[in-house]
Nanobody, 125 residues
Framework: QVQLVESGGGLVQAGGSLRLSCAAS????????GGWFRQAPGKEREFVAA????????YYADSVKGRFTISRDNAKNTVYLQMTGLKPEDTAVYYC??????????????????WGQGTQVTVSS
């Protein structure tokens, strides 16, 4: 059983940066793919970024491509989401998630087995 804990959210002005962290425990996290999703009030949870477990291939939603960077440090059992050029529309609760092994699609919430509790990111204009 893998437990995920996000941190690093907060309030930032438009154009600013934040780095989210997702610390994993209870499993061999290096063998899990990691993903970030977000959910704004009244909206469905949407894919943000993902990183595969072995080679470390990365995938991004078009809305964050070029601004956000996902990475992982297997020695620390942690996945990061570096967010730059933040916009008010990036405001949401951000969730990290983990899926064992490979997946054919990292952009669907149903792909993931484990979820964190979420961290709030608020971008003011």
């Amino acid at each position: 059983q893998v437990q995920l804990v996000e941190s690093g959210g907060g309030l930032v002005q438009a154009g600013g940066s934040l780095r989210l962290s997702c610390a994993a425990s209870g499993g061999t996290f290096s063998r899990y793919g990691g993903g970030w999703f977000r959910q704004a009030p009244g909206k469905e949870r949407e894919f943000v970024a993902a990183v595969t477990w072995s080679i470390g291939n990365t995938y991004y939603a078009d809305s964050v491509k070029g601004r956000f960077t996902i990475s992982r440090d297997n020695a620390k059992n942690t996945v990061y989401l570096q967010m730059t050029g933040l916009k008010p529309e990036d405001t949401a609760v951000y969730y990290c998630a983990a899926v064992p092994g490979y997946s054919i699609s990292y952009s669907y919430p149903s792909t993931y087995r484990y979820w964190g509790q979420g961290t709030q990111v608020t971008v003011s204009s």
